[in-house]
């Protein structure tokens, strides 16, 4: 059986008493952050001469702003050094044997298999379009709609054969299924209070949620380190969800639903964590490389898997508000642009740019104004999602 380098090391924890830190759940986590950072930190030279080398370059429409000019041909396509670092920083720290890892694992790298395509059409091939919506969007509704599956019964199952024996049951029962308590939608704020969804209810609003995570924090990577911070912010934030709700004493003292295993999802917030702060200190202004779609659909992805898990959808929309208002900003712009041209024939528009960051640098803020605000505003919607573990 492989094993990975922590459960090597516990199995020398009998002989050598040094190596029983090993079996701590926070130690590891500590170990996968500066895991993923060291790689990250080491491995983004290489990384970026071999991008630039390939002259896999970010083009810069011509209605873009002015300011992004100078943006031609940085190297893009940069979140395979993310994905690198988070992959082997987490395969070397969590327990092997936990499911609720690999799927986050598999729906980061899925989605990030369809950015790469994306991406290297649009640089590679030269093809403006890249990768068509409704290839990318049926591709990515396969992979939410498979994990999202998968996840409904995994969360009331504490073991593979156990997802198996709910499924055989849920098709037996003629699709009428009672979930328990932990697979219902809860609400931040309030004692236990949780409304059951049932399993079509679950598995369409966990497919809302981790396609719609996805395309929002792939809408906000649009300024150097916009999106990277809050994705860090964010996925650090869950990782904390994440300890708690797979912690049987503190879920109990803080009134969340116990799901055993989902404190291993620590192990890959703190890779998460480490391979972004790596990844930042190549694209802080001026960028030296940016994320591209292969980067910003597999982390926001795995941001929405996460709260699926551990059952934060609500806190996430919460602690994720700029990817939400980004993503927003999108919908009503173009809405409203179609609505107007529909009605009077001319479109017309409800911002002088979107996404949002734009607007704001078309209203005369500098681009590392908006970055660093944007900054702020998810740390306090952090603090306030985090807030919620005890304010019930």
Not at 102 to 127: C, E, Q, Y
Not at 282 to 299: E, I, K
Not at 302 to 308: E, F, K, N, R, S
Not at 336 to 348: A, E, I, L, S, V
Request: with cysteine.
């Amino acid at each position: 059986m492989l094993l990975s380098l922590a459960s090597w090391l516990q199995g020398l924890a009998p002989e050598f008493g040094f190596f029983r830190v090993f079996q701590y759940l926070t130690f590891r986590a500590v170990m996968a952050a500066m895991t993923a950072l060291v790689i990250g930190v080491l491995a983004g030279p290489w990384v970026i001469a071999k991008l630039t080398e390939l002259k896999i370059g970010q083009p810069v429409r011509g209605y873009a702003m002015e300011t992004h000019l100078s943006k031609n041909g940085t190297p893009t396509m940069g979140g395979v050094l993310i994905l690198l670092a988070i992959a082997v920083s987490t395969l070397l720290w969590f327990d092997w044997s936990n499911r609720f890892v690999w799927i986050v694992l598999i729906v980061s790298f899925g989605f990030g298999a369809i950015g790469w395509v994306d991406d290297w059409r649009k640089v590679v091939r030269k093809d403006p379009e890249g990768m068509r919506s409704r290839d990318k969007f049926l591709w990515q509704s396969l992979i939410g709609l498979g994990a999202a599956f998968y996840l409904v019964f995994a969360i009331s199952g504490e073991s593979n054969a156990r997802v198996w024996e709910l499924f055989a049951h849920w098709v037996e029962s003629g699709f009428t299924l009672d979930l328990p308590r932990a697979a219902g939608l809860l609400l931040p704020f309030f004692k236990e209070v949780s409304y059951p969804l049932g399993v079509a209810g679950f598995v369409i609003l966990s497919y809302l949620v981790v396609v719609g995570s996805s395309n929002a924090v792939n809408l906000t990577d649009g300024l150097d380190g916009l999106a990277i911070m809050p994705v860090i912010l964010v996925g650090t934030s869950l990782g904390v969800f994440a300890y708690v709700v797979g912690n049987a004493v503190y879920s109990r003292y803080l009134l969340f639903p116990h799901i055993p295993g989902t404190g291993e999802l620590l192990i890959f917030c703190a890779a998460m964590m480490g391979a972004g702060l790596a990844f930042l200190w190549f694209n802080a202004h001026p960028a030296q490389v940016f994320m591209g779609d292969v980067g910003a659909l597999a982390l926001g992805g795995a941001l929405g898997t996460i709260a699926v898990i551990v059952r934060q959808e609500i806190v996430l929309a919460i602690m994720g508000g700029i990817f939400v208002v980004e993503a927003l900003s999108v919908m009503l712009q173009v809405g409203w642009f179609k609505y107007t041209k529909h009605r009077y024939g001319q479109g017309r528009r409800l911002l002088k740019m979107a996404p949002l960051h734009h607007h704001f640098e078309k209203s005369g803020w500098a681009e590392t104004k908006v970055v660093v605000r944007f900054w702020i505003i998810t740390i306090l919607l952090c603090l306030v999602g985090l807030s919620s573990l005890k304010l019930r």
